[in-house]
């Protein structure tokens, strides 16, 4: 693998992760809905947010190695904290605004 197949492979993965994530949150959601319990503003939030983080960690797993040795860094060590760092990161803010827009959608202010 060289950095000129980096957009390939960052699209390849990308789009993977939002496959997952897809079925993932289509399988979560409504089981925490109807089988946990759990409202329905709620199941709503985390069937649009899988989609989105599983997005965000294929895309950053697979480019922060790129990355990574753009800079003259070795990617096996900086890659793993680095992904964990960002996807938590991330996945928290794309969970706390999806959550509010679909509050707001349900009459539920934050």
Do not use: Q
Request: aromatic share 10%.
């Amino acid at each position: 693998v060289t950095s000129k197949d980096a957009f390939k492979i960052i699209k390849k993965e990308a789009m993977s992760g939002l496959f997952v994530g897809l079925l993932l949150g289509s399988i979560v959601a409504p089981t925490a809905h109807f089988v946990g319990g759990i409202s329905r503003h709620v199941s709503c939030t985390i069937l649009c947010t899988l989609p989105l983080l599983s997005l965000i960690a294929g895309t950053l797993a697979s480019s922060i190695p790129f990355a990574a040795k753009a800079f003259g860094l070795d990617p096996t060590v900086i890659a793993a904290p680095a992904m964990t760092t960002f996807v938590d990161v991330t996945g928290l803010l794309a969970y706390f605004t999806i959550a509010n827009k679909i509050f707001a959608w349900y009459g539920l202010e934050l």
